[in-house]
């Protein structure tokens, strides 16, 4: 009922579409509601829905690198963290600093250097972790103490022989700790999906007393089910003292497949928060892609009614950084990131595609950074020009690491009509690894045939001096390879060993990835060349100068 100038009565009785809009009858096509406001009743009034905001908590840094065969150096966790900030991620975990040296170190460097999220370590609920993990996070923009125990009774029972009191006090004590030396405490139940219910309920509580400001809910086995772990989470948020005052978190693997699933059935129950990584990295089988949790929720926002902040435009470009870091390639089918993501073959699908994009997709690959202008540089394109191309596409280089890519892109301009932004962004990347060296390739040269034996003679810089060295092997590569061991007396057993063009047509950029294993530690290696003999041997030195490192 609408009350105008004391006299006047209108009643508009609204009607509730399907699709959420407000109708007025069509039979009041103008109301006067005086000489200055006038209604037409025929516009339609969207329903007004509040969006969640969903954080995105990224675990790339700690929970990814630990499958097995990746080990990151600083420089490449710096890589990776500065792509993350790009991508607007919420917190970046970089890592568990009381786990190694080189853990630490990375923590504290990404936290002097990241600004605009939160940076935080994982500690167990021990006063030496914790001290520790605020240790390498106090010099944070905004740091975070993420705290754990785990509560069911199968780890209370074997791992800590104690009682669920026991762990209660253990919990709420590590918190307190915590929270005086930072603002801002995770606190995870590890293993809460085998655990029970209530007592879940009871720790949470009496920790959000303590001070926790998040509250996390890790399937650390990947053991739960999508309507199992929804019921979960509305039990947690209907019976959890305080946990109104604080955000829930949701961190899911991925052993039965489900962990992009559970973490969206968790943010659909009232999640506000969500632990993944790019690529689905972590142990055993991995955890929730980011990936996959974010263009879910952006595509079906209206289902979600929620919203993350990130910009999906850098969704590609760090799936790219990531595996070439670790030296994990993404499978070609992989949801969103994967090469066929994209890719339509059959003929039916082709046609419609032809007609409408729509009719086959559901999201655009600009959407996550791909196919977007492409902008061809030649070996007349000069320094400025490169570097500006390199800072549009996201990138923040040192002036001397802009000199070391224009010198590659020189080279690679002789040897390719065109470079295209990909084969620039390849450079790039190469260039993240790009530190003084041990051995630098001075020279090489390979003899092989179906009737003859591969042979190799390859001559290395050794801290500037050249040294050459001679083998035979089953293959040219093979042979290059026994060459090097000779010249650097590293022994190390070749575990994988992959290739893949990096751009297309007959002057490619091709991208080696090798992983070798010294002492029971494993290393990744990189080379970018349009030779694939060069980028291979480039890889393995690669490798090879990091055990160097590793070794000093």
Same mark, same amino acid.
């Given at each position: ?302 289902? /979600? +009614? %929620?919203? *993350? ?9 760090? =799936?790219?950084?990531? @595996? !070439? ?106 260039? /993240? +690894? %790009?530190? *003084? ?9 390979? =003899?092989?045939?179906? @009737? !003859? ?100």
């Amino acid at each position: 009922m609408v009350k105008l100038g004391g006299t006047t009565r209108v009643t508009l009785v609204p009607k509730v579409t399907g699709r959420g809009f407000f109708v007025f009858p069509p039979k009041i096509k103008l109301i006067n509601l005086g000489p200055k406001l006038s209604f037409n009743s025929s516009l339609k009034f969207k329903e007004v829905t509040q969006m969640k905001m969903v954080k995105i908590f990224d675990t790339t840094l700690r929970d990814g690198e630990q499958s097995a065969g990746i080990n990151l150096n600083v420089d490449e966790k710096l890589q990776i963290a500065r792509q993350l900030a790009r991508l607007n991620v919420d917190i970046i975990e970089a890592g568990f600093a009381i786990a190694s040296p080189g853990d630490f170190t990375a923590i504290q460097a990404i936290a002097r250097e990241i600004k605009g999220v939160t940076v935080c370590s994982l500690s167990r609920a021990v006063k030496a972790d914790i001290e520790r993990a605020w240790e390498a996070l106090k010099e944070a923009e905004n740091p975070l103490i993420h705290t754990f125990i785990a509560t069911s009774d199968i780890h209370m029972k074997y791992k800590f022989n104690k009682e669920p009191d026991q762990i209660v006090s253990m919990a709420v004590e590590a918190v307190k700790y915590a929270k005086s030396l930072c603002p801002n405490i995770e606190f995870s139940a590890e293993d809460a999906t085998r655990s029970d219910w209530d007592f879940l309920c009871r720790i949470f509580g009496e920790v959000i007393k303590a001070g926790a400001t998040i509250i996390n809910v890790p399937d650390t086995v990947g053991y739960a089910i999508p309507s199992e772990f929804a019921k979960m989470i509305q039990y947690l948020k209907e019976n959890t003292p305080g946990i109104d005052r604080v955000s829930l978190s949701v961190h899911c693997h991925n052993d039965l497949g489900l962990a992009v699933s559970n973490s969206l059935a968790a943010v659909a129950n009232g999640a506000d928060q969500v632990e993944c990584t790019i690529n689905g990295l972590g142990e055993r089988a991995g955890n929730a892609a980011l990936e996959e949790v974010v263009m879910a929720i952006k595509t079906r926002a209206e289902n /979600f +009614k %929620a919203q *993350t902040r990130i910009v999906t435009e850098q969704i590609h470009r760090s =799936s790219l950084l990531v @595996s !070439t870091l670790t030296g994990k390639p993404v499978q070609h089918n992989k949801a969103i990131v994967g090469s066929n993501a994209f890719a339509h073959e059959a003929g039916i699908h082709q046609d419609g595609m032809l007609k409408n994009r729509m009719t086959y997709e559901i999201m655009t690959p600009e959407s996550i950074g791909l196919g977007q202008s492409n902008i061809i540089l030649g070996k007349h394109s000069g320094r400025h020009a490169v570097k500006n191309r390199i800072q549009e596409l996201g990138y923040n280089l040192s002036e001397a690491e802009i000199d070391n890519t224009y010198q590659r892109f020189i080279e690679l301009a002789d040897k390719k009509k065109e470079v295209t932004d990909s084969d620039l962004e390849a450079l790039v990347r190469n260039e /993240f +690894k %790009a530190i *003084t060296d041990k051995y630098e390739l001075d020279y090489f040269h390979v =003899s092989t045939g179906n @009737s !003859t034996i591969p042979t190799a003679t390859i001559r290395l810089k050794v801290d500037g001096t050249p040294i050459q060295e001679a083998s035979c092997g089953d293959g040219p590569i093979e042979a290059i390879y026994k060459a090097i061991d000779r010249i650097t007396d590293v022994t190390v057993k070749l575990d994988e060993y992959n290739i893949k063009a990096v751009t297309s047509g007959e002057d490619a950029l091709g991208e080696v990835i090798v992983k070798v294993r010294e002492n029971g530690h494993a290393y990744v290696g990189r080379g970018l060349s349009t030779d694939i003999i060069e980028a291979s041997t480039l890889a393995y030195l690669h490798a090879i100068n990091k055990i160097v490192r590793a070794i000093k």
